[in-house]
């Protein structure tokens, strides 16, 4: 096999632990950004033109969007929580 | 289950499945040696059976039509799904009325004016992306492309417009009651193209239209129609989860003042 | 060396599992849901291939040239825009959770327990 494939399924395994190894769901939104990049390049190199092109823009962009919408709502539902709480107690 | 309960099933599940899979992985040729007839036959005689030159695309929307269809549905279910949970129930509304005061008075609440350079960068692209957009969805048959891409590509130009600060003009453009006929005539258009099929032809989803010259934009018969319908069931279908995830901030924002 | 992209695509496969299995963040595990289901992708991929052959879109070379299989990549294609959307909808259903039970911690949920 050549030295291109194997390189890039070196990184995308790299990347996928990397991934699932973070704990901050803020943190991972940017680590899958960069990993449906990664799997974008690998599916160009095995000669698979319209899937790369389906994962750019679905692995980088709407993805982590939609993580990171779901993230600030959940935050503001939590600042909101304490405010509340702060309001019944003062 | 505790934690230690989970780890070692989940050992002992990861020890079972590669076992089968090293099982299975004896009838797989080694990669790059690929053996099987039915991809070799699609790519000889799909250029002369249909009139296209992205056999994927042909393979996606006529010879495995059938299936597209289900995924389609499968997409539609989804945007179905996400809008009816992300709804903003009666209580929340009330209480949101509440907490509006306290809430938007913060300095570090509200969220900073997008600088020059931004606003430039974002409004300035929207028409080229929507253009780029377009050609990805209707040159489906001819070069890597289609109605999945060209949609979701679509779809991300009114992104653009809530990042280059327009909020008033992206609640227009996602709120309107047009992208919801968007979406279902595009997921209704499929089924219909498919009832033509079996009314012409015999049998649904049967390529029935004129098959047009290899290489122009109107090749394909079929195909090209269904492209057409899944770039905008696609492109409506993620503009509105978008517009169900940003809307109580959209509300607070153009409220509590830019 | 020419099953190494089938190891990756177990190696995918499992770190993914263990990703869901060890959560403590419910978006934490849909996240690891979206890199098991590019363990598919990758096994896909890699059965279709072959060497020297090119992209199956025969717009600018001739017909008859040796292409890689395209029934596989039509399958991943409609797999990858359906993969985004049902991670939306279980986002929703992790924001849905929280708003009722305040916790994102799937230890926590005390009404799950059997």
Not at chain 2, 11 to 27: D, E, H, I, N, T
Not at chain 2, 199 to 221: D, K, P, Q
Request: aromatic share 8%; hydrophobic share 50%; with cysteine.
């Amino acid at each position: 096999m050549l030295f291109l494939q194997f390189t890039i399924l070196t990184f995308v395994t790299v990347t996928a632990t990397a991934v699932v190894l973070t704990r901050d769901p803020a943190k991972q939104a940017i680590g899958i950004s960069f990993y449906g990049l990664v799997m974008a390049l690998m599916f160009f190199i095995f000669q698979a033109p319209d899937v790369a092109l389906s994962q750019i823009v679905i692995g980088a962009v709407a993805l982590p969007l939609m993580i990171l919408l779901a993230l600030t709502k959940i935050r503001r539902h939590e600042e909101e929580q304490r405010e509340r709480k702060e309001k019944k107690s003062a | 289950m505790n934690r230690r309960g989970r780890m070692i099933l989940f050992l002992l599940s990861a020890a079972v499945f590669g076992g089968v899979y090293l099982w299975g992985l004896k009838g797989l040729p080694p990669v790059g040696h690929y053996r099987g007839p039915y991809g070799d036959v699609l790519n000889q005689v799909a250029t002369y059976e249909r009139h296209v030159t992205d056999i994927v695309t042909a393979v996606n929307f006529d010879y495995r039509g059938f299936d597209t269809l289900g995924e389609e549905f499968i997409l539609f279910m989804s945007v179905v799904g996400g809008t009816v949970l992300l709804r903003r129930q009666r209580e929340e509304e009330k209480s949101e009325h509440k907490d509006q005061a306290l809430s938007d008075e913060s300095p570090e609440r509200q969220a900073p004016e997008p600088s020059d350079a931004t606003r430039v960068l974002t409004l300035g692209l929207v028409g080229p992306l929507v253009v780029f957009g377009l050609y990805m969805v209707a040159h489906g048959q001819l070069t890597p492309g289609g109605g999945f891409q060209g949609g979701v590509i679509l779809a991300t130009a009114p992104l653009l417009v809530y990042l280059g600060g327009d909020l008033k003009k992206f609640k227009q453009i996602t709120s309107h009651t047009l992208v919801e006929v968007a979406e279902a005539a595009g997921a209704g258009g499929y089924l219909a193209i498919g009832f033509a099929g079996l009314i012409l032809g015999g049998a649904y989803l049967r390529n029935v239209a004129a098959l047009g010259r290899t290489g122009v934009i109107n090749s394909g018969g079929t195909i090209a129609l269904i492209n057409l319908a899944t770039g905008l069931e696609v492109a409506a279908g993620f503009v509105l989860l978008l517009y169900a995830f940003l809307e109580q901030t959209l509300e607070i924002r153009l409220r509590g003042g830019k | 060396m020419s099953f190494f992209p089938y190891a990756v695509a177990a190696w995918l496969f499992i770190i993914g599992l263990y990703g869901i299995v060890t959560s403590r963040n419910f978006v934490h595990l849909v996240i690891c849901l979206a890199v098991l289901q590019s363990s598919t992708y990758v096994l896909l991929l890699s059965i279709g291939y072959r060497v020297g052959g090119t992209a199956p879109v025969f717009a600018a070379v001739p017909v008859g040239t040796l292409a890689v299989d395209p029934v596989v990549q039509a399958l991943m294609l409609t797999d990858i825009v359906v993969e985004a959307t049902v991670v939306a909808l279980l986002l929703a259903l992790a924001l849905q959770l929280h708003k009722h039970a305040n916790t994102l911690d799937p230890d926590k949920l005390k009404a799950l327990e059997g």
